[in-house]
């Protein structure tokens, strides 16, 4: 008998070897090869859904667009942050930290979609049926519609489609499925590769929109090869501290729509909520007359967002490494503010430790969030309370101008709405052809050192 071929595989970065080595010379990673079983060449792979089709280039104006309707997710943050629905044919990669609610929301929505008529089918390779029902009975997700298979074989879970002809599927996880024609384990590279490809060409040929249930290893990347991002139409990440109550919904990749958009949510007993309002939210604890604490304009998306940004600064105890802690922002960033105040503003924080926080566990990653970051820490410096009802926006240069920001009328609107007086903004923003109008104050700022006296 004929010996099987065998190869080595990189489980990092997908690299072969015919034999093991213990470091990649690609990725540098250590210990990463796994033995598995050389594929076996067949021929030419056919098209979409196993049709063998002869394609022709065709000029980009001749090309014929059908615009299909989407597919409501049944919850409304969701198709938010999906750009507006599910598109047919559609592969989502939903990614998240154990237990963050991955399941929880996918579960969520695929029961009010059956609710609502639609047959779609959750396929585990996790859990048993008995134990997706307990929680889709505690969620309220109980349906004719909803159709549960316990099944780690990719093969047999396609093998269904036909005879079910679900609206949509979920896999939960990618990681746990295999196809027979690989004989590595389920989760390497080659299996986790070769199963989303399969998936990929089926849910094209039928129209299917797939939802693909992620692992995130703990560097806060997505399991399995990075060609799997690639594959995908959409990639979302599920963020949330797991002491706080609210999730975000985040989208990092998506072929159909924005990929800024949010989706913010809150964990509850009955699962998760949509929060429809989250800067009201947000707010919703904010101390007054504290020093330190100043409201931020927070752009995600098409959405604004406004936020509370604090800071606390302290005599450091240690002479000469005073300690700097940023939560929800970019630490190096905030380390750049405190800079350029030493230097432009002539603020004493050489021996001051500093720490910054946004508050309600969110992320800010645009530098309009800068005027507020600075103004808190001059606040809490100084020991001098900002304006409770006063909002700040604006990105701080190197030589402590304050640089205009992007989309400023959402932000404008949103905090009107939500009965602030004042906006603190970078006076480029008055010389465009059409001026800012509000019933709020507009003050217009040049530099830092005119914000500060503005707001202090």
């Not at 998506?254 to 958009?261: I, L, P």
């Not at 936020?307 to 630490?331: C, F, H, K, N, W």
Request: glycine share 10%; aromatic share 6%; proline share 5%.
């Amino acid at each position: 008998m004929a010996k099987e071929k065998t190869r080595f595989v990189c489980q990092k970065c997908s690299s072969v070897a015919s034999k093991w080595m213990g470091k990649c010379p690609d990725c540098e990673a250590w210990n990463s090869f796994v033995e598995e079983a050389a594929p076996v060449r067949t021929a030419a792979r056919t098209s979409l859904g196993g049709r063998k089709k002869k394609n022709e280039p065709l000029p980009s104006t001749e090309i014929k667009f059908q615009n299909a309707r989407r597919l409501s997710s049944g919850i409304g943050e969701f198709d938010r942050t999906l750009g507006g629905g599910l598109a047919p044919g559609g592969l989502v990669l939903v990614g998240g930290d154990p237990g963050i609610g991955k399941s929880t929301l996918l579960l969520q929505s695929l029961g009010r979609m059956a609710q609502a008529g639609k047959r779609v089918l959750y396929a585990s390779g996790e859990e048993s049926p008995e134990q997706i029902k307990m929680r889709a009975a505690r969620l309220d997700c109980l349906s004719e519609n909803l159709l549960i298979y316990s099944e780690n074989c990719i093969e047999d879970v396609l093998g269904l489609l036909d005879k079910i002809a679900p609206a949509a599927l979920v896999l939960d996880s990618i990681q746990t499925f295999y196809t027979a024609d690989l004989q590595s384990a389920p989760g390497s590279v080659s299996q986790v590769r070769e199963v989303a490809f399969k998936v990929f060409q089926d849910a094209k040929a039928r129209g299917l929109p797939v939802f693909l249930v992620g692992h995130i290893t703990k560097d806060g990347s997505l399991a399995g090869p990075k060609t799997l991002e690639h594959i995908v139409d959409t990639v979302i990440y599920f963020e949330g501290e797991r002491t706080h109550s609210y999730r975000i919904l985040r989208t990092i990749k998506n072929r159909f729509g924005s990929t800024q958009e949010i989706g913010v949510f809150q964990m509850s007993e009955r699962g998760l909520e949509a929060v429809e309002n989250p800067s009201e939210i947000f707010l919703a604890e904010r101390p007054e007359n504290s020093p330190g604490s100043v409201i931020v304009a927070s752009m995600e998306g098409t959405r604004p967002l406004l936020v509370e940004v604090q800071a606390l600064v302290s005599p450091s105890s240690s002479i000469g490494m005073p300690r700097r802690m940023a939560t929800g922002l970019d630490y190096n960033r905030a380390s750049l503010l405190i800079a350029i105040m030493e230097k432009r503003l002539g603020l004493g924080l050489q021996q001051e430790d500093v720490f910054v926080n946004v508050a309600g566990g969110v992320k800010i990653t645009e530098p309009a969030a800068d005027l507020g970051i600075a103004t808190a820490i001059a606040g809490s410096f100084q020991n001098k309370a900002i304006d409770s009802k006063t909002v700040c926006v604006g990105e701080i240069g190197l030589t402590g101008e304050v640089r205009s920001v992007m989309q400023l009328e959402p932000r404008i609107r949103e905090a009107e709405k939500l009965g602030f007086n004042r906006f603190i903004l970078p006076s480029a923003a008055n010389k465009g052809k059409t001026p800012l109008k509000s019933k709020m104050e507009l003050c217009f700022v040049k530099t830092l050192a005119e914000a500060l006296d503005l707001v202090l």
